[in-house]
Antibody, heavy 120, light 110 residues
């Protein structure tokens, strides 16, 4: 059974850093396209990043240069390193798996999300 | 990258059909047949309902259908049911190899 479990969220001060994890089971992260999507409280979905099975990574303009997506093949885990955090980064962060291996893949399995709150 | 434009809300009675529009640009919706639709119930993760404009993943009822014309994609729910009450988001692949979501539509079953 495919499962995605996010962790690492919490309260952080503006300018601070946080690393989110997405532990996968039932499939191999490195063989799939994986994405991070966030949702501010009461707001809509916002795409954050995608990592291809081949290693290419793309980011939304709003996080480029501040966030880094990576994966640990041995731990079968996806990460989102978030630096220089701002109030507008406050959101529930979801990881999601691509339906197929292709640059335009939609995402069919999602985690339950982890809440990041940026506030002093 | 600006969000795709969706109506804030759409409503219908059980058994009726409703359509949600999703308007983008020639760099996203209009450029590719890579539009997806997601359903999200309160407090839950999104669920993929339609991909590549018209395709349904296994397990999604055939009352859900998608289409596209130019820079606007649409999701139609036929035979509306109470459990269809949720938020719906479109998403498109873009010419920058990124993704963009729509502003979201709240569907209310009257």
């Amino acid at each position: 059974e495919v499962q995605l479990v996010e962790s690492g969220g919490g309260l952080v001060q503006p300018g601070g850093s946080l690393r989110l994890s997405c532990a996968a089971s039932g499939f191999i992260v490195s063989n799939n396209y994986m994405s991070w999507v966030r949702q501010a409280p009461g707001k809509g979905l916002e795409w954050v990043s995608v990592i291809y099975s081949g290693g290419n990574i793309y980011y939304a303009d709003s996080v480029k240069g501040r966030f880094t997506t990576s994966r640990d093949n041995a731990k079968n885990t996806l990460y989102l390193q978030m630096n220089s955090l701002r109030g507008e980064d406050t959101a529930v962060y979801y990881c999601a798996r691509g339906l197929y291996s292709g640059s335009a893949t939609p995402f069919d399995y999602w985690g339950q999300g982890t809440l990041v709150t940026v506030s002093s | 990258q600006s969000a795709l434009t969706q109506p804030a809300s759409v409503s219908g009675s059980p058994g009726q059909s409703i359509t949600i529009s999703c308007t983008g640009t020639s760099s996203d919706v209009g450029a590719y047949n890579f539009v997806s639709w997601y359903q999200q119930h309160p407090g839950k993760a999104p669920q993929l309902m339609i991909y590549e404009v018209t395709n349904r993943p296994s397990g999604v009822p055939d009352r859900f259908s998608g289409s596209k014309s130019g820079n606007t994609a649409s999701l139609t729910i036929s035979g509306l049911q109470a459990e269809d009450e949720a938020d719906y988001y479109c998403s498109s692949y873009t010419s920058s190899s990124t993704r963009v979501f729509g502003t979201g539509t709240k569907v209310t079953v009257l």
